[in-house]
């Protein structure tokens, strides 16, 4: 199994993850922040399914663009998987006609854009190379972290939440796994709006660390960009073992 964080920011200067979107194989997508202005269209022509972990912006930026980019008049199209409350979302919220054309509506009259599939928390599904396991995570809106399988590997993406504990007795019960993606979103001075927005620090991502069972490397992802350097820093004076910091554009193996 190969994992991409696919990048989202232009320009000179350090590589930073500004929207989410991780590549798996080459058929599949984790959340839609920046999938539709990966080059080249290729790539985006061969991803068949979509997982959104939820419906706040930096995960379905260009979802929009990404339906556009890849639609070819025929049968075959992406699907799309998320909660009933993101599906809700993006149908009321992008594929509105005032947003962007009701795509929705118009794969149900002519040659579709995409597909909806409702994902129901610890249902696993097949999409094509992996299967995929959504679990809830404790966020602002309903939110899934993802256990993405393979008959060799397991990964798991825990991205966007606050304190939760569910997604760790399943990764605890997850065999074959390789790597954890956690987010480490705000500084420790900066608690106070963690708790508020639903996020971690990086003395809360600690403190979920010591749920994981699995002796395995810990990739801390979903940094935002103006505490980038604080938040580093933080992470690593804190020497936890085999943690590291997601290089967006980096092809990850677990094979």
């Known amino acids: 199994m190969k994992l991409t964080l696919i990048e989202s920011s232009v320009g000179p200067g350090p590589r930073q993850q500004i929207l989410a979107s991780y590549l798996v194989n080459e058929d599949v997508v984790i959340d839609a922040g920046s999938v539709g202005f990966f080059s080249p269209l290729d790539v985006q022509k061969r991803i068949r399914h979509v997982f959104i972990s939820h419906s706040h912006i930096d995960h379905i930026a260009s979802l929009p663009i990404f339906v556009d ?6 049968p075959d ?3 799309v998987h998320a909660s009933r409350h993101t599906l809700s979302c993006l149908q009321s919220d992008i594929f509105n006609d005032r947003l962007w054309p009701d795509m929705v509506r118009l794969s149900m009259q002519e040659s579709p854009f995409l597909r909806f599939s409702e994902s129901t928390s610890e249902t696993t599904v097949d999409a094509g190379s992996v299967r995929v396991t959504p679990v809830l995570l404790n966020h602002l809106v309903p939110t899934s972290g993802f256990i993405i399988a393979d008959d060799d590997a397991a990964i798991a993406i825990v991205s966007d939440t606050s304190p939760t504990d569910r997604i760790w007795e399943v990764i605890n019960q997850t065999p074959n ?4 993606f ?3 979103s705000f500084p420790n001075n900066m608690e106070w709006l963690a708790e508020r927005a639903m996020h971690l620090t990086p003395s809360l991502f600690g403190a979920e660390l010591k749920k994981l069972k699995h002796d395995v490397p810990v990739i801390a992802v979903h940094i935002k960009t103006a505490y980038d350097e604080q938040v580093r820093s933080e992470l690593q004076a804190m020497n936890l073992p085999k943690v590291e910091i997601a290089e967006p554009g980096r092809v990850y193996d677990f094979s």
């Open 77 to 79: 199209c992406p699907t």
């Open 177 to 180: 796994l390789k790597a954890v």
């Open 182 to 184: 956690l987010e480490a």
């Open 69 to 74: 980019n890849v639609y070819e008049p025929g």
